[in-house]
């Protein structure tokens, strides 16, 4: 109850009391005056009266942060400033001020108040006007008009729950090993161990709590424990208008925030990276909506860069680098209260125990297991990592629910206990870093402890959020309950994986989804989701890729198809539906479990290059992903309709007109004075532009022949074959080719054979399964008697003669992705060097080789 007002004058004592300067010389009553705190040397008393019949509230009265407070009085003036000076009388204790707003004033009255972020102690309240002041009178401040919280026996932490002048009951409160709630007067006890070192409050539905100071968006949901007897803490709490049963999360993970800077593998700052893209992403996209909050599930930074001196011993681990008060600093002012989970990178590498590994996060972030609601929904945070740090400084982790660390045993029985106070009714929303199952076709429950933690929620219909990945996938783990594993901000750990293999310019995750963060929009305890890429458009939400024209060696390591088309639905789940039309008829579309093959490129054409062989961290490598589609297509060149569905009606569109490919033309280089003995062990030389390669066929054994691998000459870098047999060929291949039928082809080279090297050859190109001949067929006939040959043939090459092949060959029928092949035979065994001897089966060099500036080249004529 607040006391009888009474009339003070301004001849009262308080008028004498100490003051201070303001530091506001040359501000005139047109202006709105800021007022700083003065130095020693600037303050001066200068006592003034502004205010006549003057009336304050009683001394003894008590108010609360916003509260209102009327003063009678005539002589205000709106530019006035009402401060609120602290009073003790401990005089090495600091003197505080704080700026009281005024929010009206009248002839004989003010009003103004109490600032939010005022202490809880004595005041004065002055009136500040340029360099005078006037001391109106003493004030108390305080939480709430509630009356003292006794102590009680066996009891060592107690605490009030409200909400201004309301006290809240049935509040869960918990120091993470015992669970209470909060009686009719919002009062709670707890006979706390204080293992953990902290008490929270599972916040309520329909409220929010207050922020910690200076980081707004953080909740002020756990505070640390003080190791005394009996010690107190309260918690306050705003109500919601209209309450928050309507909400949306947004959900992000894996941040893996170090501070880094660029390199020369493609990897760029992360800091810019997040404060640049995704920042202005999730900011806009949480505009359009009420109620938002959102989840971080870890890796918020980076154990390998806490320190300068990383991998030297935790005696050399003293210089700082990025922690997690760094992280805190960066999302201070994020647009919306954020709850953050503890992830495997976010212990301290330098301390031993998953207990102290886990204490700065507890110290600067939040409990590492809490509760709290949001409208009909039961949100739980886990810690699913132990991380031991036996040796300190050599990260050891076990990823699970079922350690045998301390905060992990007390962490299950605590969501047993937790539990006992949520409604069969709500939603479960649990929210832990490393995922609950596998990310297969099938996916199961691997994570250890995860079937004990399903065992106790049972009957809750339960949504799961995830991260650690850095891969988008959901499974249907039983009826009702869900996982959603989510795709991480920093990507693949902030590289810069961009348009490869026809990709959007996107920044890519190990999936090929590009770096997000999810949305779920809670109705009550309905749900909807989508996946929003950072700087993506909403309704994007997959890729399509034409196989056609994806590097080889990504075809070869998935074992790809002739006229695949693979689709890409980066956030599908078993109640998406996904639809391919080929010129508007009907393709049928398989789930596979693929590599994404931009992110595949990016690894082969980046990341591999810029390191020793074998040396990248492996999880940076593309991984398989079973959100993939695969349909064949009946022809190249043709039209290409991508629908897909989500399970709430969203539909999502996308048409390629694909491209008929081609390879060519395709020239080899050679180079004289190279001195290389095998070319290749596996006998192809690959064109220096274009796309083919050029190898020798031998029809003999090869274990009769052990020369026969292409080599290069040393004088002029020529590929070449020591020996041969009649009916070995050199073959030309261009692979991956779609021709028209009619297509005429050139092929223009030099080939020449020394000494016992073969002399007559084919020139051949094959067309619709069969070899025709390349250039106008002669016939001869060589030897005598038993030695007689017969044979065809339409090139004859002297001895070390270079013989130029220069010939335009019309393919009659059509390729479609396939190989365009030429070939030069050998047609017998007679030497080059003369006629009247037969060659050796193994003897003699036959080349392909360079003549006049002439290198070899396949082109097509038209």
């Known amino acids: ?14 008028l004498f009391a100490a003051a201070f300067l303001l530091l506001c010389i040359g501000i005139s009553c047109s202006e709105d005056p800021t007022w700083t705190k003065p130095t020693p040397e600037q303050e001066e008393i200068i006592p003034a009266v502004f205010i006549e019949d003057l009336v304050m509230p009683d001394a003894e009265e008590i108010f609360i942060p916003e509260d209102p407070i009327k003063i009678m009085g005539t002589g205000f003036d709106k530019y006035d400033v009402f401060l609120f000076r602290s009073t003790s009388e401990d005089p090495a204790e600091e003197t505080k001020y704080f700026q009281a707003e005024i929010s009206e004033v009248a002839e004989d009255y003010v009003i103004i108040t109490v600032p939010k972020t005022i202490d809880l102690r004595s005041y004065e309240l002055i009136l500040k006007r340029y360099n005078k002041q006037q001391v109106l009178g003493p004030m108390t401040i305080y939480k709430a008009h509630f009356p003292a919280i006794p102590d009680q026996a066996g009891m060592t932490v107690k605490g009030r729950v409200y909400c201004g002048k309301k006290a809240v009951a049935d509040v869960v409160v918990s120091d993470g090993v015992i669970v209470t709630k909060t009686d009719k007067d919002g009062v709670y006890y707890l006979p706390s161990e204080k293992k953990m070192g902290y008490v929270f409050v599972s916040i309520p539905s329909g409220y929010n709590i207050e922020s910690e100071a200076g980081y707004p968006a953080f909740p002020a949901m756990s505070q640390q424990l003080l190791n005394e007897d009996n010690e107190q803490h309260d918690f ?42 995704f920042m202005p992403d999730i900011t806009a996209e949480m505009a359009q909506y009420a109620n938002v909050y959102a989840l971080c599930l870890g890796d918020i930074t980076w154990d390998a860069f806490w320190y300068k001196t990383m991998n030297q ?99 299950m029985a605590w969501v047993a206990e937790d539990l006992k106070y949520v409604d069969k009714s709500k939603k479960i929303v649990v929210a832990m870093h490393a995922p609950m199952t596998s990310a297969g076709l099938n996916p199961i429950v691997t994570l250890s402890g995860g079937n004990d933690l399903l065992g106790l929620l049972q009957g809750y219909q339960v949504e799961f959020l995830t991260g650690h990945t850095h891969t988008n996938h959901h499974a249907k783990i039983a009826e009702g309950v ?16 961009k348009s490869a293999n026809g990709g959007a310019d996107y ?69 998406w539906t996904v639809s391919v039309t080929e010129n508007g008829q009907p393709l049928t579309a398989t789930r596979v479990y693929r590599k994404d093959p931009t992110h595949y490129t990016w690894q082969k054409d980046v990341l591999e290059p810029a390191h020793a062989p074998g040396s990248p961290n492996s999880t940076y490598l593309t991984g398989y992903n079973a959100h993939m589609f695969s349909a064949i297509a009946q022809v190249p060149g043709s039209t290409i309709k991508v629908v897909v569905t989500d399970p709430f009606g969203g539909v999502y569109e996308k048409t390629i007109v694909r491209e008929i490919p081609s390879n060519l033309p395709a020239q080899w280089v050679f180079t004289k004075g190279v001195n290389v003995d095998e070319f290749v062990v596996d006998n192809k030389m690959p064109s220096a532009t274009g796309k083919g390669y050029i190898s020798y066929i031998s029809n003999c054994d090869p274990a009769l022949d052990v020369n026969n691998k292409i080599a290069r000459a040393n004088t002029a870098g020529e590929p070449y074959i020591t020996g041969g047999w009649p009916g070995d060929w050199w073959l030309f291949t261009i692979p991956e080719m779609t021709i028209k039928a009619g297509t005429v082809i050139n092929a223009k080279f030099h080939a020449r054979a020394s ?63 396939g190989d365009i092949l030429i070939r030069l035979r050998c047609m017998a065994n007679w030497q080059a060097s003369g006629k009247g001897a037969l060659a050796a089966p193994n003897g003699g060099t036959h080349r392909i080789s360079v003549q006049n500036n002439i290198n070899p080249t396949i082109s097509i004529v038209q």
């Open 313 to 411: 011993g935790p005696e050399n681990m003293v210089e700082v680098r990025y922690q997690l008060p760094n992280y805190k600093d960066l999302m201070k002012n994020f647009p919306c209260p954020v709850f953050n989970v503890i992830g495997n990178h976010d212990n301290d590498p330098k301390v031993v125990g998953d207990y102290f590994t886990e204490l700065p996060f507890k110290q600067h972030i939040a409990p590492t297991y809490y509760s709290f609601n949001i409208g009909d929904v039961h949100y739980i945070v886990l810690d699913n990592d132990q991380y031991d740090n036996y040796n300190g400084g050599s990260r050891i982790e076990r990823i699970g629910l079922l350690g045998d660390s301390d905060p992990q045993k007390w962490q």
């Open 236 to 277: 306050a709490l705003t109500e919601i208008p209209g309450g928050n049963t309507n909400h949306v999360m947004m959900v992000f993970t894996d941040l893996h925030l170090a501070s880094k800077t660029p390199n020369t593998a493609g990897k760029y700052a992360d800091i810019d990276q997040y404060k640049n893209k």
């Open 755 to 817: 000494g016992t090297g073969m002399k007559y050859w084919m020139l051949e190109y094959y067309d619709g399964g069969e070899w025709k001949p390349g250039a106008p067929l002669q016939t001869t006939t060589v030897g005598e008697g038993d030695q007689a040959q017969t044979f065809s043939y339409n090139y004859e090459m002297m001895n070390t003669d270079h013989c130029l092949i220069d010939r335009n060959m019309t393919f009659e029928h059509a390729i479609n992705n």
């Open 482 to 497: 869900r996982e959603h594993n989510v795709a991480a901000v920093c990507g693949t750990w902030w590289f810069n994986v």
């Open 507 to 575: 920044d890519l995750c190990k999936d090929g989804s590009p770096t997000g963060y999810g949305v779920f929009k809670f109705n009550g305890t309905a749900v909807q989701w989508y996946y929003k890429g950072i700087e993506v458009a909403r309704n994007e939400q997959f890729a399509v890729y034409d196989m056609n024209f994806v590097k080889s060696d990504y075809k070869s390591a998935v074992g790809a198809k002739a006229n695949e088309v693979l689709v890409n639905v980066w956030n599908w789940d078993e109640d």
């Open 1 to 14: 109850m607040r006391k009888m007002k009474r009339l003070i004058k301004f001849r009262l004592p308080y």
